[in-house]
């Protein structure tokens, strides 16, 4: 019995520690995205860290990459940046990679 219960709380602790790795990597991968999209925009310095702090907010708003993909959409269609919705989304997945391994070699 103990060793179910021991199989249990470990799998219990990789839930979680894996859970963690994804938000990480996600507010990494909204980060660097807000940064990518800022230069798009011509936004540079504390303009680009703060345009990149919304992106990673605007996650928050429901679950999954919609809101993140939403607010990258308006604003770049706000400021008549050309980049199609494909871009966009390709992007996402991009430096959803990187983030991954950055946040894997910490």
């Keep these: 019995m103990s060793n179910l219960k021991e199989r249990e709380e470990t799998f219990?602790?990789?839930?979680?520690?894996?859970?963690?790795?994804?938000?990480?990597?996600?507010?990494?991968?909204?980060?660097?995205?807000?940064?990518?999209?800022?230069?798009?925009?011509?936004?540079?310095?504390d303009q680009a860290e703060a345009y990149a702090r919304e992106v990673i907010k605007s996650d928050f708003e429901e679950s999954g990459d919609e809101d993140v993909f939403r607010k990258i959409r308006r604003d770049f269609d706000a400021a008549a940046v050309n980049e199609t919705d494909e871009a966009i989304r390709g992007k996402m997945v991009d430096l959803l990679g990187q983030a991954i391994a950055q946040v894997k070699s910490e």
């Design 12 to 45: 219990e602790r990789m839930f979680v520690r894996d859970e963690e790795l994804r938000f990480k990597a996600t507010a990494r991968r909204n980060k660097l995205l807000g940064l990518w999209a800022a230069e798009k925009l011509g936004k540079t310095g």
